[in-house]
């Protein structure tokens, strides 16, 4: 009797929870209000902010910032380490898998999938797992270092995209804003750790984009490709400076990143 009449009381309280949101918004809500900003027995979660942070960030709300949030080490280091990361990415290349099957490709090896390197190809977690996450300002000398040992993993679901968009009969390019000085460790890395048929891989020349931001070099080296013939139907990369910008074709994808910010 007891039970029923706890079971009783429970109901009442979420019915009368949920009422209150449909009261403020009109429709109905799945979720538990009082668990926005509070776990159990009130305690305030602080990562909700950081969560909140990292949304603007994905969304471009949150733009030109140059280190994470000093409060938000804990949380983005558990977000790339832990399963999320992981699950992010992996929404994202699926999308794109659904997008390229939609696609009927001319067959004449002129449909072009860009792909970005740091952060889309190539990790740099076991880099930045050393440095805050992030919080650290850029040290480009350490950074440097890092990239010369060619070591950097895949990321998981990218190879997986690669792989199948190869089998679809996609060319690849690679697209990085990584010097021409670090151009052979980087084809080095790449065929080291699975992605070893493409087109070709365009660094950024210093001559040309001196001073030039990463969405100027990009969107230039996009329109040279469309001069040559070539279709660009996919683009993929970690920064809005890759999918921003002319020449970006129908369709592009960006995965999560909450380490840096490239305009
Ligand atoms: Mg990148």
Redesign the pocket.
């Known amino acids: 009797m007891k039970l029923v009449a706890l079971v009783f009381s429970l109901c009442t309280i979420i019915i009368s929870c949920h009422g209150s949101l449909e009261l403020e918004h009109g429709l109905s809500f799945s979720i538990f209000p009082l668990r926005l900003k509070s776990g159990l027995g009130g305690h305030y979660i602080p990562e909700t902010s950081c969560s909140s942070w990292r949304l603007g960030v994905e969304a471009h709300n949150i733009i030109e910032w140059t280190s994470i949030p000093q409060e938000c080490v804990d949380y983005v280091g558990n977000y790339l380490l832990g399963k999320q990361y992981r699950e992010d990415s992996k929404a994202v290349t699926e999308e794109a898998y659904k997008y390229a099957q939609s696609l009927n490709l001319v067959g004449d090896g002129k449909d072009i999938w860009v792909f970005?390197?740091?952060?889309?190809s190539l990790s740099n977690l076991p880099y930045y797992a050393q440095h805050g996450f992030g919080v650290e300002k850029y040290n480009a000398t350490a950074f440097n270092e890092w990239v010369d040992l060619g070591t950097a993993p895949p990321l998981p679901e990218s190879l997986k995209l690669y792989r199948r968009l190869l089998r679809l009969g996609f060319n690849i390019v690679f697209l990085t804003g990584r010097p021409d000085s670090q151009k052979d460790i980087t084809l080095k890395n790449l065929k080291n750790v699975g992605f070893t048929t493409f087109h070709t891989l365009i660094v950024k020349e210093s001559a040309e984009y001196n001073g030039k931001t990463a969405l100027t070099y990009k969107s230039s080296e996009r329109k040279k490709l469309e001069e040559k013939g070539y279709r660009i139907v996919g683009n993929i990369?970690?920064?809005w400076s890759?999918i921003l910008g002319t020449n970006t074709r129908n369709r592009t994808f960006k995965l999560p990143?909450p380490m840096y910010y490239?305009s």
Request: aromatic residues 0%; without cysteine; proline residues 0%.
């Open positions: 970005d390197i740091d952060e889309t990369g970690d920064q890759d990143d490239i």
